[in-house]
């Protein structure tokens, strides 16, 4: 079991990619919404899960804390309520649910957090974990986890659903898929969970024993709780923000992070959401737009279009949502995927390669300020997409897409990155995007010397800063995807 549960940890990020394969301030500070519970039942989070082989997260590197921080793992138990449509559920997400059964609950939460409260910055990020290879897998962790640990915010993984606990049908063939129980007994047989209905008030019950404080935060004090989820989670998010907000006041604000056309949909007790049914229904909703808690929403070129195809849900920005969508990149990429499930895949073309990370910071950040301070982050422009029944990006003679976020990588190339996939058809590869190298005659056509490539890098770079779309303290990892040894001296 040993030898097993470890691969999983280092191999499972590829299985949250498989969705389509059907601060400002410290914890004291006053600035930013208040700490107040908001009323209804909090989860108990009193009991800490020990044994067995340690907390278990699906991600391509070990989940080792990193300096500074401490990791514990929770029982967070209760009883929930599932939801029904109180009326239609329409396109505009202007929802009306109702509560409607109530179970016992009894899952886990993970805990990253500063290890001295007085190095905290007030600001929790409630990740719902990703479950769509059969296991809990902590996406937006990784891609966040710099700005994470340099402000000192704190992390809090849900295992809201119950294939996370339970195992049952992934959307994609691996070898995983058990669940926690199943992966280590001697740590998780107690937990139980009733089924993906009540995950919305399981999140929502988690979010408020968070916002306590007490024992799970070691002391921190927070200021800022917000709900965090990518790919399936993303979309799990979309249900929760249009009809489930509105009802709880539970979060300040939402990072929706590379959703798909569709929604969660609300299940009976003991089912697992057919998320494979909702891509295809004819409800497309867009998040809200009379809510009041800010939402980020941040999309991969190769989100908007093909198995996601967000085009379809596409919305205008307004005082309190914001779209990103960034040129050139992909659903998951190779520092998502990590270097050993890269060497195992064969999708006919290199991965995609692109700096999405660097952009996802920026929005977080983003995100941060306006729920503490009101300032809205800059729009952006969207990408550019033809007109056809079913919409493509519009590419540059090189093959880069138009429009959009943009990175040196895209503007100053000597790759292809795209959101579009190599020739393997497989669902895996659909989600990976691609990268091609441009030849070294196209290379010498666009650049004359490597001195004038490293000059036009570093002044994209230095526009994408002043845009806000980049951190200048990623100024050196974006700086990091600079390849000067491809342009001739």
């Avoid at 296991?135 to 993984?157: C, F, K, M, Q, S």
């Avoid at 006041?249 to 959703?259: I, K, L, T």
């Avoid at 089912?271 to 494979?276: G, Q, R, V, Y």
Wanted: charged letters at 20%; proline letters at 7%; glycine letters at 12%.
């Amino acid at each position: 079991m040993g030898d097993r549960m470890n691969g999983s940890r280092r191999g499972a990020t590829v299985c949250t990619l498989l969705l389509a394969a059907l601060a400002l301030g410290c914890g004291d500070d006053a600035s930013g919404p208040t700490t107040s519970p908001p009323d209804g039942p909090a989860a108990d989070v009193s009991e800490e899960l020990s044994g067995g082989n340690g907390i278990f997260l699906g991600s391509a590197d070990a989940f080792t804390a990193p300096a500074g921080y401490v990791d514990h793992e929770y029982v967070a138990a209760g009883t929930a309520t599932s939801y029904a449509p109180d009326g239609v559920l329409t396109d505009d997400g202007r929802w009306r649910l109702r509560p409607d059964e109530a179970a016992a609950y009894r899952t886990r939460i993970v805990v990253r957090r500063p290890a001295n409260a007085s190095d905290a910055s007030g600001t929790v990020l409630v990740e719902w974990l990703n479950v769509s290879g059969g296991i809990d897998a902590n996406p937006d962790y990784a891609t966040l986890a710099e700005e994470i640990v340099r402000r000192g915010h704190v992390w809090v993984g849900v295992s809201a659903q119950l294939i996370g606990i339970e195992g049952g049908p992934v959307l994609v063939t691996t070898p995983l898929g058990e669940g926690l129980k199943r992966l280590d007994p001697a740590r998780y047989a107690s937990l139980s969970h009733p089924g993906d209905g009540y995950a919305f008030d399981i999140y929502t019950q988690v979010a408020r024993a968070v916002r306590r404080g007490g024992g799970v935060l070691g002391g921190i004090r927070p200021g800022v709780v917000l709900a965090v989820g990518e790919s399936q989670s993303a979309i799990a998010l979309t249900t929760y923000y249009n009809g489930v907000q509105p009802r709880t006041d539970a979060f300040d604000g939402f990072f929706v992070h590379s959703r798909g056309a569709t929604s969660l949909p609300l299940v009976g007790p003991g089912e697992f959401a057919d998320l494979a049914g909702s891509i295809g229904a004819a409800l497309r909703p867009i998040l809200r737009t009379d809510g009041d808690a800010p939402v980020m929403e941040l999309q991969a070129e190769g989100d908007v279009t093909g198995l996601l195809s967000s085009s379809a849900v596409r919305q205008a920005d307004t005082d309190r949502f914001r779209l990103w969508e960034v040129a050139g990149t992909a659903h998951a990429d190779s520092r998502l995927v990590g270097q050993e499930l890269q060497r195992l895949l064969d999708c006919g073309a290199e991965i995609n390669d692109a700096p999405f990370h660097v952009v996802a910071k920026a929005a977080l950040r983003a995100l941060e300020a306006w729920v503490r301070t009101g300032a809205a982050p800059p729009e952006a422009p969207r990408l550019e997409l033809t007109d056809d029944a079913t919409p493509a990006a519009r590419r540059d003679a090189d093959g880069i897409a138009l429009g959009g976020i943009r990175t040196p990588t895209v503007d100053v190339p000597v790759d292809v990155l795209s959101g579009e996939p190599g020739p393997n058809p497989d669902v895996i590869c659909l989600l990976l995007g691609s990268t091609t190298p441009l030849s070294a005659e196209r290379i010498a056509e666009l650049y004359p010397s490597r001195d004038d490539y490293v000059r036009r890098y570093e002044a994209a770079t230095d526009r994408a800063i002043a845009a806000g779309f980049v951190l200048a303290e990623d100024r050196g990892a974006l700086l990091g995807y600079a390849r000067p040894s491809r342009v001739g001296p």
